[in-house]
């Protein structure tokens, strides 16, 4: 039967949407609506763990950012420092030891739950942030954020929205950090997403400015990626196309495909974890330091006006 239940994840509380089929999405409203964990069957009726989770340590650390959501931005903001409207802004330093603003705040914020829903066939949720112009140091603007879930039959969905609910315009980022767990070793998987262009980065994984483009490069993934265990890779590629993103694991598995609103996420980035028991495959709204490089998918979102998209993760 479906359901949208209640359940304690240490000292967390979460829920977890399910199918009568055993398919599962585990949520954390306290974390920002944090997707802890995702389970989906495939035509046989067989379970699939479809995403790298944190343990009960792992999530209070938050070293990697699974599954977490990154708002009012995403990626690196050097010394957390840039100009907005002839004004300059310093926002909270996130990152022990360096000099960085990382992926937002929305990650370590409680939201409340707007509503939910279980029908026939599927299950559904609704949280909501509100953010308050002195609520956070360097980002003096009001917000109101929606992130909408439904685990169905043809897989899980999520729907981002962000509306200024202050008076100025203001600078917006947004994205998904999923790690896509691999049963067998990374070596074993391939990737193949419609990118165009990547955003190449200096020593300290800050972008430099341009895109490059990708035909006839290592970089360029509509023909396949073949990452190697703990090969290196933190990039952001610009993905402007609508067709999916495969991920293809071998061994008999089925494929995971997601489909991004590229309107909304016309970026991607992709991190091999040290542990290089996963990949993660962000769909985002910029490449890092858009704030400072505007031409890299700053997002201005006027007074009263919002911004959304949609992404789906399925197998095939």
């Not at 763990?49 to 792992?58: A, V, W």
């Not at 043809?154 to 203001?170: D, H, K, M, R, Y």
Request: glycine residues 10%.
């Amino acid at each position: 039967m479906e359901h949208c239940e209640n359940f304690e994840l240490g000292v967390l509380s979460a829920l977890r949407l399910r199918l009568e089929n055993g398919s599962s999405a585990e949520i954390i409203p306290a974390l920002g609506g944090t997707v802890h964990s995702l389970r989906l069957a495939d035509t046989a009726g067989t379970l699939r763990e479809i995403l790298r989770s944190d343990s009960e340590g792992e999530l209070l650390e938050n070293r990697y950012y699974r599954g977490r959501f990154m708002f009012p931005f995403a990626g690196r903001i050097p010394g957390g420092a840039y100009s907005w409207l002839g004004r300059e802004h310093a926002l909270s330093l996130n990152i022990p030891g360096e000099d960085l603003a990382l992926h937002g705040f929305l990650y370590r914020k409680p939201m409340r739950v707007l509503s939910r829903e279980s029908g026939h066939g599927f299950s559904a949720l609704s949280l909501c942030y509100a953010l308050a112009a002195d609520d956070e140091p360097g980002y003096p603007f009001s917000m109101e954020v929606i992130i909408s879930y439904r685990l169905d039959e043809s897989g899980f969905t999520v729907v981002f929205s962000a509306e200024n609910t202050g008076t100025l315009p203001a600078p917006l980022g947004f994205g998904w950090h999923p790690y896509f767990m691999c049963e067998s070793p990374l070596a074993d998987l391939s990737l193949s997403m419609g990118n165009s262009a990547w955003a190449p980065v200096d020593a300290k994984l800050l972008p430099t400015g341009g895109l490059l483009p990708v035909v006839g490069t290592a970089h360029d993934y509509a023909r396949g990626y073949f990452p190697a265990r703990n090969a290196p890779l933190d990039a952001a590629f610009y993905t402007p196309r609508d067709e999916s993103i495969t991920l293809n694991f071998g061994s008999g598995r089925p494929k995971v495909r997601l489909t991004v609103d590229r309107d909304a996420f016309p970026y991607t980035h992709l991190f091999i974890p040290p542990q290089g028991d996963s990949l993660a495959v962000e769909p985002v709204s910029s490449a890092a330091n858009a704030f400072n490089l505007p031409a890299l998918g700053l997002r201005v979102l006027q007074a009263g006006a919002c911004a959304s998209g949609k992404i789906v993760v399925a197998l095939d």
